[in-house]
């Protein structure tokens, strides 16, 4: 299947996003990297055609993430964060908002990040708007907040009694928000930081969606149990560079295996147990296939220039991304098995 926005993200790849990862993992994605992202049609692959948007189905998903994760993590994981936002846009209840921002945001004249990994928190809320006469005020500390300054508006979920409250909001623009830099071993130029909201305003104005805190965690525990798109990227992109080999075979064997489980399973809705189970089979693979990468390339794998290494560290940041209690116990029961 020729799918011509597939096309373009294999070309993008190739031609610009792999050569440079490398630079990229040290300096961060250049600005410069936005034009032909939105050329190749990547930001509004999520949005409906109405907003400028081609809606891909998940398949052609799938491979676009598989492509782009594989070539330049940094670059994917930016990028991946914009569609929360426009997903949530879609799916919300402010037309006005949806109307102002969907066609800036699907053509990439504005990028957006999110920050919704502390909801996912049992307890004490992270982050909490309280109601004001016109709007809401949001309180709290966002643990992770991918481009920072990179992006133009943030999607910010604030738990107010047992409902959400999704915010769109210029954070780097306003007063109450105190970003602190966070030193990384891995996605350094994803321009991630801790934020700390100190009266933060969100009026009613820029509210995208208020939605029970609950039924949220319910449909997040759901995706968190799928392994994302881009472990297997990052696995094939490592099985690739090991070339013509005995060790490629195997590796290639296995994940063209885990894949079509995992993939079956999730078109499947099936259970959640065993999702998780193959989401951290996959994970254990795309560790296993970078430190293959790494062993094949002797000392010069622990040079920075190396790509070997960033695809191991890579591949660490992808156990914890988007990883909740049950991915996690499931991850320590997959990788403390003995080999074999
Ligand atoms: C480089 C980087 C960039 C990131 N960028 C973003 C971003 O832009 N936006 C964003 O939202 N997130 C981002 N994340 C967050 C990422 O997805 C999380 O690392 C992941 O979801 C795990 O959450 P945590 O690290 O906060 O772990 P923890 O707080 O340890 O939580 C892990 C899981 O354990 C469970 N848990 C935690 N505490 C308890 C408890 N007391 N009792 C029972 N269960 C508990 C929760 O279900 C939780 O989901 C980023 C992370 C990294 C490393």
């Known amino acids: ?23 990229v993992d040290v300096k961060g994605v250049p600005r410069t990297y936005r034009p032909p992202l939105a050329g190749a049609g990547l930001f509004g692959v999520t949005a409906p055609e109405a907003y400028g948007g081609s809606d891909q189905p998940l398949p052609v998903m799938r491979e676009i993430v598989e492509i782009l994760a594989g070539a330049d993590a940094s670059t994917w994981f930016v990028w991946t964060q914009h569609h929360t936002p426009v997903r949530t846009l879609v799916r919300g209840s402010n037309d006005a908002l949806r109307d102002l921002w969907l066609p800036k945001l699907t053509g990439g004249a504005a990028l957006a990040g999110v920050a919704f990994t502390h909801l996912r928190r049992p307890g004490e809320p992270a982050v909490r708007a309280t109601r004001t006469d016109n709007g809401w005020r949001f309180d709290g500390d966002l643990a992770w907040l991918t481009s920072w300054r990179f992006a133009d508006v943030f999607l910010v979920g604030a738990v107010a009694g047992d409902q959400i409250v999704w915010a769109l909001l210029p954070l780097a623009k306003l007063s109450g928000v105190f970003a602190e830099p966070l030193e990384l071993i891995a996605m350094r130029g994803t321009y991630t930081v801790s934020v ?50 005995d060790a490629a075979a195997r590796l290639t064997a296995e994940l063209d295996d885990v894949r079509q489980r995992a993939y079956g399973l999730q078109d499947a809705a099936g259970d959640r147990a065993e999702r998780i189970a193959v989401r951290a089979e996959a994970h254990a693979l795309a560790l296993r296939a970078s430190a293959a990468l790494v062993a ?12 070997a290494q960033r695809l191991a560290r890579e591949a660490l940041f992808l156990l914890v991304q988007g990883q909740d209690a049950d991915v996690r116990a499931a991850q320590l029961n997959v990788l403390s098995a003995p080999a074999g």
């Open 196 to 245: 700390h909201l100190d009266e933060v305003p969100a009026t009613d104005a820029d509210v995208v969606l208020i939605e029970p805190l609950d039924e949220w965690r319910a449909t997040d525990a759901e995706r968190t149990a799928d392994v994302s798109p881009a472990v297997f990227g990052v696995t094939a992109e490592c099985v690739r560079r090991l070339g013509d080999s």
């Open 1 to 23: 299947m020729s799918v011509p926005v597939v096309n373009a993200a294999r070309r993008l790849a190739d031609a610009l996003l792999r050569p440079n990862a490398e630079t």
């Open 296 to 307: 094949a390339g002797a000392g010069r794998s622990m040079l920075v220039a190396n790509s």
